[in-house]
């Protein structure tokens, strides 16, 4: 796929929520929250217009069910794509619109992803720096591939800023 960058849109989390709405339908009970997280979920900071969102579910073996009702409302199933205890689903094709990532409760990737959103959102200045750095990988790598895995020692970086910001957070309660 090309880097399409794009500048922050709200509609963004209109999509998110109609989503949610989708995979509640059918999912039902075994849903137990949704998360919007990744650079869409960031006000301000630009983004792959593909909205992540996060699944968290009782539990993750009953998810693949649904593979065959995934499939007819235009989902591409990935499986666990190099994450144990994931399902990711991909939805668009080429022009992709969402990347849900399903999680049984009690995984610690639920926390890494919600912790770095939130560090993000709060830390303005940080998110700044890291949307900018993207455009300038946007300009340099056309390829999501490329551009993925040049961004991902500064990601990792940034992540562990967030996870340092978080311990100390907690520390204070």
């Given at each position: 796929?090309?880097?399409?960058?794009?500048?922050?849109?709200?509609?963004?989390?209109?999509?998110?929520?109609?989503?949610?709405?989708?995979?509640?339908?059918?999912?039902?009970?075994?849903?137990?929250?949704?998360?919007?997280?990744?650079?869409?979920?960031?006000?301000?900071?630009?983004?792959?217009?593909?909205?992540?969102?996060?699944?968290?579910?009782?539990?993750?073996?009953k998810?693949?069910?649904?593979?065959?009702?995934?499939?007819k409302?235009?989902?591409?199933?990935?499986?666990?794509?190099?994450?144990?205890?994931?399902?990711?689903?991909?939805?668009?094709?080429?022009?992709?619109?969402?990347?849900?990532?399903?999680?049984?409760?009690?995984?610690?990737?639920?926390?890494?992803?919600?912790?770095?959103?939130?560090?993000?959102?709060?830390?303005?200045?940080?998110?700044?720096?890291y949307?900018?750095?993207?455009?300038?990988?946007?300009?340099?790598?056309?390829?999501?591939?490329?551009?993925?895995?040049?961004?991902?020692?500064?990601?990792?970086?940034?992540?562990?800023?967030?996870?340092?910001?978080?311990?100390?957070?907690?520390?204070?309660?």
């Amino acid at each position: 796929m090309k880097v399409r960058l794009s500048p922050y849109n709200p509609e963004w989390i209109n999509e998110y929520k109609k989503e949610c709405k989708r995979l509640k339908e059918l999912f039902g009970e075994l849903v137990i929250q949704f998360e919007h997280f990744g650079s869409t979920s960031i006000v301000n900071m630009k983004a792959k217009s593909v909205i992540d969102m996060m699944v968290i579910v009782k539990n993750i073996d009953k998810v693949d069910q649904f593979n065959s009702q995934l499939r007819k409302l235009g989902y591409d199933i990935a499986g666990e794509w190099g994450i144990e205890g994931r399902r990711l689903l991909r939805k668009g094709g080429e022009d992709r619109t969402h990347h849900i990532h399903i999680y049984q409760e009690g995984n610690r990737e639920i926390d890494r992803h919600l912790i770095f959103r939130d560090y993000l959102r709060i830390h303005k200045d940080e998110a700044i720096k890291y949307s900018t750095y993207k455009e300038q990988l946007a300009m340099k790598y056309h390829d999501t591939k490329e551009y993925s895995k040049a961004k991902r020692s500064y990601v990792s970086e940034l992540e562990q800023k967030a996870l340092e910001w978080h311990k100390k957070e907690k520390e204070y309660e």
